[in-house]
């Protein structure tokens, strides 16, 4: 008999109770009939409300958790106007009301769902909710329905307090950027657009790339993405990872950079802008170089570059300078793995021997010489810039030579950046 139901349980002897128990003078309400219905299961003159899931042998025993039916009947007394008592909706959708999993706040959520729907006054306090919902979201993250969870941390119970809001907030962007992954290719990621109709910020998405990015070692994807959502760590991240390399790659790879430099260069004091209007100099130099000598007009031109030099020049000692008063640490977001191989201070200190060779080369064609070295001209296919200690040569004929440096970047340690600069032309 143990494995059996009793032929009357708690449901029936309650609708018995309702229907035939109301006193004639018809004063009893839901709530009165429910209280009465309570001191009987004390008295051992009712069935003890317990959930389906419980056997016979736990409800004689008159006590465990009492089923999700009753206490929603418990909590529907809260209507009438004579009980005056508010019930904890937590305690009503409990998982051992309705299931033998005690762990199982699937059910949990929706009925809370449906209960708050109804405008049926309980207590639901933030740790209360907190555990349903992290509870529930964990479920579904679980079984591989991430977006579900993401819904289900941005849903609420009430008025809530901006702590509790912007925890859930935080839980919900930190599941998008653990599970969601461009799986097809092509910046696709599923179920992007739904959550985006309920509010989830497409920057979320953006983040999430960009994490998995990092972690392939693809720096142009990382920087990419980046941008989408936050300029400042893409701009950083590109002063980080990108830039330190520039001095040392073949033309093709400081073109392609460039243009990707360029995107982020609207701050002109930023390290990215000097880098570019630094190779954007050494272009100038070159295009000058080939007009006709004495012309007033060309005159002027390196007069205008010169003075443009050494605001570049300036604009690198302050970043030398800011990046000696902090930690040489990667970007706030993440780091591309392997990918950073020359540190920040050595890529300024070849810039600034950069830009003295580029003024040396100014002083040079403002005194009507070439920057040429055309004597290696025969059978080259390839016409090669002349090295700094030529260039010095030449401008110590007609002046002092310090005058073709601008403070203590000397040209003797210039020749790396003149080779590099050599490859772009």
């Not at 909706?89 to 762990?103: F, H, N, R």
């Not at 890529?347 to 580029?358: M, N, P, R, T």
């Amino acid at each position: 008999q143990s494995g059996r139901r009793a032929p009357l349980d708690w449901r029936r002897r309650l609708c018995m109770l309702l229907t035939f128990g109301v006193h004639s003078e018809g004063e009893d309400t839901l709530a009165t009939l429910v209280e009465r219905y309570e001191k009987q299961v004390i008295e051992n003159k009712s069935p003890f409300p317990s959930p389906r899931h419980i056997w016979n042998a736990q409800i004689l025993n008159q006590s465990g958790p009492q089923s999700l039916l009753y206490k929603i009947i418990e909590l529907s007394t809260c209507i009438d106007g004579n009980d005056t008592e508010t019930k904890s909706l937590a305690d009503v959708v409990t998982p051992p009301g309705y299931t033998s999993a005690i762990y199982d706040f699937s059910g949990a959520f929706h009925v809370a769902a449906a209960i708050y729907a109804l405008g049926v006054e309980s207590d639901f306090s933030p740790l209360e909710q907190a555990r349903v919902l992290d509870s529930y979201a964990s479920q579904l993250v679980a079984s591989g329905r991430w977006d579900l969870a993401v819904y289900v941390m941005l849903c609420s119970f009430g008025v809530d307090r901006p702590e509790d809001l912007l925890s859930r907030e935080r839980i919900a962007k930190t599941i998008v950027l653990h599970q969601c992954s461009d799986v097809q290719g092509g910046g696709t990621i599923p179920k992007k657009a739904e959550l985006e109709q309920i509010g989830v910020p497409s920057a979320w998405f953006e983040e999430a790339l960009a994490y998995r990015c990092s972690n392939k070692g693809d720096s142009f994807a990382y920087i990419s993405h980046l941008g989408k959502f936050s300029l400042d760590e893409a701009r950083t991240a590109i002063e980080e990872l990108i830039v330190p390399n520039l001095l040392f790659m073949n033309k093709a790879g400081v073109q392609d950079n460039l243009q990707l430099l360029s995107e982020f260069a609207s701050d002109d004091d930023s390290l990215a802008a000097t880098v570019v209007d630094f190779f954007h100099l050494a272009e100038d130099i070159v295009a000058i170089s080939s007009q006709p000598p004495d012309e007033e007009e060309k005159n002027a031109e390196i007069a205008s570059l010169t003075e443009f030099a050494s605001s570049i020049k300036n604009r690198f000692r302050a970043q030398r300078s800011y990046y000696e008063g902090i930690q040489d640490a990667p970007s706030s977001l993440c780091v591309v793995p392997n990918y950073r191989l020359i540190s920040i201070s050595t890529f300024l200190a070849e810039a600034l021997a950069g830009v003295s060779f580029l003024q040396l080369q100014l002083r040079v064609l403002a005194e009507g010489s070439s920057i040429w070295d055309d004597a290696y001209l025969m059978g080259n296919s390839k016409r090669p810039l002349k090295v700094a200690s030529e260039l010095a040569l030449i401008a110590a004929r007609n002046a002092d030579v310090s005058a073709a440096t601008d403070g203590g970047e000397t040209t003797a340690s210039i020749g790396s950046p003149s080779m590099a600069l050599t490859g772009l032309m």
